[in-house]
């Protein structure tokens, strides 16, 4: 009976525990949506790419009147669930949507990439419907994920979602960024001199990606 008492115990208490998870992470950005004041030109979301080019490169941010809303970690999923809060409601001229990474890595699960582009395609549409104009980047190259390396084929995986958000963004007339051509290497990665990692960028990878976006505003 004991044992029956602590197995339901440990239920509860998981279940607690899960519905207290900020799943889509509206408390990262809380505070500073609350305190914006000057509307921005454009807003920036995405995973931890975006999040770590502000970090390593704020100046771009500032001296543009951008902002970084990006999460390490997240899904195109999430982003789709926060985009209100995080873009909609801060009135930007532009949205920056750089997406996909995550989703390749599995990092919530399998998904296909028809569902990866569904989500980014419901991101741009709330854009326009509030007057912002969505500019779609292409996912960054890469060949593998340091924490999932058990997806062996994401560079492949990476061309075929960018293929199809190019062929979206061209059909719906949105601005299309494409960082993959400027930045792969000949396996189809970003070189370790942009990329320690292979996916996240340094600076000299950053200062690749800013005038393709400058130029796309």
């Keep these: 009976m004991k044992k029956v008492l602590f197995a339901l115990a440990l239920i509860c208490l998981s279940s607690s525990v899960l519905m207290a998870q900020d799943w889509a992470q509206f408390g990262k950005y809380s505070s500073a949506n609350d305190t914006v004041k000057v509307k921005p030109v454009a807003i920036f979301m995405g995973d931890s790419i975006t999040e770590g080019w502000y970090r390593t490169d704020p100046d771009f941010f500032t001296d543009n009147n951008f902002l970084g809303r990006g999460i390490s970690g997240q899904t195109s999923s999430q ?5 209100r809060r995080d873009v909609i409601d801060l009135h930007p001229k532009y949205v920056v949507i750089l997406a996909g990474t995550n989703d390749i890595a599995r990092n919530n699960g399998e998904i296909a990439l028809e569902n990866i582009l569904g989500n980014i395609i419901s991101m741009c549409e709330l854009a326009k419907a509030n007057k912002i104009k969505p500019i779609l980047c292409s996912v960054l190259p890469c060949t593998q994920f340091t924490w999932r390396k058990e997806v062996t084929d994401a560079a492949e ?61």
């Design 79 to 83: 982003m789709l669930v926060r985009f």
């Design 157 to 217: 995986q990476i061309v075929a979602l960018n293929k199809m958000l190019k062929e979206y963004a061209e059909s719906s007339r949105i601005t299309y960024v494409d960082y993959h051509s400027a930045m792969k290497n000949d396996e189809g990665g970003l070189p370790r001199s942009i990329a320690r990692d292979g996916v996240h960028p340094n600076i000299d990878g950053f200062k690749i990606m800013e005038p393709l976006i400058l130029g796309s505003l």
